[in-house]
């Protein structure tokens, strides 16, 4: 099975566009919501990003192991925590994805970064004209 999310183009202010691909998830953890929740998709990042209010709604653990992580902003500490989610988008509801994700210090908000490393052991990416193709690997 695959789904398909729409590529977005977005200005910046150098006159040159960049662009944006938000993805619904739900968090598939004992107590977590069942509502979809957007992330913006980054092929960049190390790790998927949470701020500590997003981690809070999500209901995600409120320790896990301490990581120091560098990027573009710099370094951040950071606890790395169990995630289970599902693609709202996913036709195959049992498809799950097991990770880890970094919830954030606190004074972040609003952070909702899913990288590439979580969607690649599970899924093939493809283009598909604006469409970002997410395919069940065999």
């Not at 998830?25 to 190390?46: H, I, K, N, Q, R």
């Not at 653990?61 to 989610?85: D, M, N, Y």
Request: aromatic share 8%; hydrophobic share 40%; proline share 9%.
């Amino acid at each position: 099975m695959s789904f398909d999310v729409t590529i977005k183009n977005h200005p910046h202010p150098s006159g040159h566009y960049f662009r944006l691909v938000e993805v619904e998830l739900v968090c598939v953890d004992p107590g977590a919501p069942d509502e979809s929740t957007p992330f913006l998709f980054d092929t960049a990042a190390s790790f998927t990003l949470v701020s500590e209010d997003i981690a809070q709604v999500l209901r995600l653990p409120a320790h896990g192991e301490s990581i120091s992580i560098r990027g573009i902003g710099g370094r951040v500490e950071g606890q790395l925590v169990p995630v289970a989610f599902r693609f709202t988008k996913e036709p195959n509801l049992s498809l799950i994805v097991k990770t880890h994700w970094v919830i954030l210090p606190p004074g972040t908000t609003g952070i909702k970064i899913l990288a590439l490393r979580d969607v690649l052991p599970t899924y093939w990416l493809g283009m598909k004209g604006s469409e970002l193709r997410f395919g069940d690997l065999p």
